[in-house]
């Protein structure tokens, strides 16, 4: 039986049995195809070193072996915080305008490529697969063939694929893309980051997709699909469940005092749109001023990338939208938005969306968005709450029964918290039991085995991709 070798920028090592907290959903997915396949996970360790020296640090627990390594404060510059994060990342979610190019980012990306592909290469037996994942990494697997590995590639993007008049914006794009060629199978979450991805290898490198999606290179075929993520949705309910969501629902319920509440979680990221969602809320209050009162939002936004100089802005900008609406609406006793700059275990989480009566998730551009997932599976299917979805997530494509809605427009988003506050029980329940087929029949591992029966090279299904995407 094949091995199976993931590769990520970071590793999420298994907790031992009885240890505290929760692992996410994507982590346990993976950790239970890694002890299926005897795998190993091979990644960066978040730590840094004086000087980079290849170390493995090799750990096995639960059956499932993982492989890190530090890497120099130049490279967690120039790799992570420079091209992935100040370049790729705003590129692909369509922010041209936030977009770097620093031919020391650049260089410092292929290094630590370079750095992934010696240190895990030796690792690499002859019948092993390896899935490699997200922007990070996306040369990894060319290195890779550089030394001599012929095993079965397959890599999945987490992130949109951007269309190719931006694509283009970046400089050396052709070599990339061509890098990324050298896998079996490329993943993306979306029917329309696939179209984007097939329309640049036909107009800007002059290749042939066939019917069947795949595409000829290099006298090869590589097979490109969309695999839309889903949650681990059994663990999720069962966490939703639990002791500590209930005492979380029962906690956060206390607190509004019967007033409805409009719940989103994300993190601190220009593509989540959540200044525009301050915004959209604050317009809500105006609007519906007898409602004012009534409505509570809760954002927790969980701090990330603070050494980017945009995602301090981020920041700020946001503490003065609250302090501006909360100015504006608030009362000795009551503020419309709680702002919550920490996170919270996934339980007490599913308690949050369970005592949420609305689920207010509207990125700006987002590869899938799994917490419009989690919120529908957290939901009393008797009296379950409302979710709105900017149509410019993954998610929406999946949850068409979710108000969707232009995140940009903040009276199409003030209308719709207004429709779901107004909206009968029935049609709740007709829209929830819905979604809740979506997000229960394509979870975390319907996508796992789909991505990895088609690594070991086996038909999925029979549509042609030309017209998935068409």
Do not use: C
């Not at 209930?246 to 409009?262: N, P, W």
């Not at 599913?350 to 899938?368: E, K, Q």
Request: net charge negative; aromatic share 10%.
């Amino acid at each position: 039986m094949s091995r199976l070798i993931v590769i990520s920028n970071r590793v999420s090592v298994p907790k031992a049995a009885g240890a505290a907290g929760a692992q996410g959903g994507l982590a346990v997915a993976l950790n239970s195809a890694l002890r299926e396949h005897r795998g190993i996970w091979f990644g960066w360790s978040g730590q840094e070193t004086e000087e980079f020296t290849g170390h493995l640090n090799m750990q096995r627990i639960n059956d499932v072996t993982t492989a890190t390594i530090d890497l120099e404060p130049q490279d967690i510059d120039e790799y992570y915080n420079g091209y992935a994060n100040r370049t790729l990342w705003p590129l692909f979610h369509y922010r041209i305008d936030l977009t770097e190019y620093d031919r020391n980012f650049g260089e410092g990306y292929e290094r630590v490529n370079a750095r992934f592909a010696d240190s895990v290469h030796p690792l690499i037996e002859p019948d092993d697969l390896v899935w490699v994942h997200d922007y990070h990494l996306l040369p990894l697997g060319s290195m890779l063939r550089q030394k001599g590995v012929k095993n079965r590639m397959g890599l999945f993007l987490h992130t949109p694929w951007p269309p190719a008049r931006l694509l283009v914006s970046l400089p050396f794009h052709e070599r990339l893309v061509g890098s990324m060629l050298e896998y079996d199978v490329i993943g993306f979450q979306t029917r329309e980051w696939l179209g984007s991805f097939l329309h640049y290898v036909e107009k800007e490198m002059g290749l042939t997709v066939n019917e069947d999606g795949t595409i000829e290179y290099d006298g090869r075929q590589i097979v490109a699909r969309a695999f839309p993520i889903g949650i681990d949705y059994k663990e999720f309910v069962e966490g939703a469940e639990s002791d500590e969501a209930q005492e979380a629902y029962d906690h956060l319920k206390a607190s509004v005092r019967g007033r409805k509440m409009l719940i989103g979680v994300d993190r601190l990221d220009y593509s989540k749109g959540l200044g525009e969602r301050f915004e959209s809320f604050g317009r809500f209050l105006g609007d519906y001023p007898d409602l004012a009162s009534k409505v509570v939002l809760l954002q927790i936004a969980p701090p990330s990338r603070g050494d980017v100089a945009s995602y301090q802005q981020i920041r700020e900008d946001l503490e003065r939208k609250t302090g501006h609406i909360n100015g504006a609406h608030a009362d000795v006793a009551f503020v419309p938005i709680r702002y919550v700059n920490r996170g919270y275990p996934r339980r007490q989480l599913a308690g949050f969306y369970r005592a949420a009566d609305i689920g207010l998730v509207t990125p700006l551009r987002d590869g899938m968005n799994l917490v419009a997932k989690e919120y529908v599976a957290a939901q009393n299917p008797e009296a379950p709450g409302v979710l709105i979805l900017s149509q410019f997530a993954g998610a929406a494509l999946q949850l068409t029964d979710a108000l969707l809605v232009n995140p940009h427009s903040i009276d199409e988003v003030s209308e719709a918290i207004k429709r779901a506050l107004d909206m009968p029980l029935s049609e709740r329940r007709q829209r929830h039991e819905k979604l809740l087929a979506s997000v229960r029949d394509e979870d975390v591992v319907f996508w796992r085995d789909a991505f990895v029966k088609a690594l070991f090279g086996e038909a999925t299904n029979g549509n042609s991709l030309r017209e998935e995407v068409a």
